[in-house]
């Protein structure tokens, strides 16, 4: 990581969708996908797919603040997911796929606080989002890093995370590589 990169973890679903977006996002420099939050140490997917390790599915980011600033990255965030939608977004179910904000500062804690206040306003529902202090992240098994990139045809990538990212396209041309 170079010295002017900052870290954010971010959960909203399945960790694909986030990755391919983020993927594209103009200073967002590297993307891990794993898992955080739970209470079994190096979990494996089907491990944390059973919703007993406590663990969410997560992208790990690495971003130039010059470039972008983390509250640019959680506003497209809440565009991406459903943050009213406890432990569920879309088929997938289960508290791995729970709305979570893993802050890695005070600084984070503190601008995130104001995004999630922000979109309460903007969603009809309570937002359900969690905002709690970093965890230990376990990177995900290599076959779901760049996932979408890899199997653009798969059913679930064509279906559910295609349009995703075409939305973001739309919305954030501005902030694309």
Partial sequence: MNQQAEVAVFGGGCFWCLAAV??????VTRIASGYTGGSV??????????????HAEVVRLEFDPAIIAY???LEI?????DPTTLNRQGND??????SVIHYQSAGQ????????????????????????????????????????????????CALVVAPKVEKFRAMYAGRLK
């Avoid at 983020?22 to 200073?27: F, I, L, P, T, W």
């Avoid at 997917?45 to 390790?53: A, L, S």
């Avoid at 306003?121 to 359900?128: K, N, Q, T």
Wanted: glycine residues 6%; hydrophobic residues 35%.
């Fill in 22 to 27: 983020y993927a594209e996002v103009r200073g």
């Fill in 41 to 54: 140490p190096d979990p494996t997917y089907e491990q944390v797919c059973t919703g007993d390790t406590g």
């Fill in 71 to 73: 509250h640019d990255l």
């Fill in 77 to 81: 965030f809440f565009t991406l997911h």
């Fill in 93 to 98: 179910v289960g508290t791995q796929y729970r």
């Fill in 109 to 156: 804690e503190s601008v995130a606080r104001k995004v999630l206040a922000e979109m309460a306003g903007v969603w009809d529902a309570p937002i359900v989002t969690q905002l709690v202090p970093a965890q230990v992240f376990y990177t995900a098994e290599d076959y779901h890093q760049n996932y979408v990139e890899q199997h653009p045809l798969q059913r679930y």
